[in-house]
Nanobody, 128 residues
Framework: GIHLAESGGGSVESGGSLKLSCLVDGYTWRSYCLGWFRQAPGKKREGVAVIRDDGRASYADFVRGRFTISQDKPKNTLYLQMNSLKPEDTAMYLC??????????????????????WGQGTQVTVSS
């Protein structure tokens, strides 16, 4: 199977930056897309960013221009660079490997049943 492990979360002030990493083990780069999702207490899970095998990236409107998803294939690592962080970005951030179409449509709020593989998450807290 595929195993994913996130790191890089923490606490920052509003306007600050963080870079999340996700080590992906057992992944065949062409089989799935990779993506970042987030979930805050009491709220539904949101798609944040998705990247295809060829490097094409898609973003939710609420992070476009502030967050950048990237991948380093030789290192089997997925990244999420987060700039201009806001208190409303506070959430548990999870990386996932799953079907491209479903993950990409989730970025606009469409339901995604979570089929695929998930990490345990890393907490991001942004204070005002």
């Amino acid at each position: 199977g595929i195993h994913l492990a996130e790191s890089g979360g923490g606490s920052v002030e509003s306007g600050g930056s963080l870079k999340l990493s996700c080590l992906v083990d057992g992944y065949t780069w062409r089989s799935y897309c990779l993506g970042w999702f987030r979930q805050a207490p009491g709220k539904k899970r949101e798609g944040v960013a998705v990247i295809r095998d060829d490097g094409r990236a898609s973003y939710a409107d609420f992070v476009r221009g502030r967050f950048t998803i990237s991948q380093d294939k030789p290192k089997n690592t997925l990244y999420l660079q987060m700039n201009s962080l806001k208190p409303e970005d506070t959430a548990m951030y999870l990386c996932a490997a799953g079907p491209c179409q479903e993950m990409e449509t989730s970025l606009s709020g469409a339901y995604y049943d979570g089929f695929g593989y998930w990490g345990q998450g890393t907490q991001v807290t942004v204070s005002s």
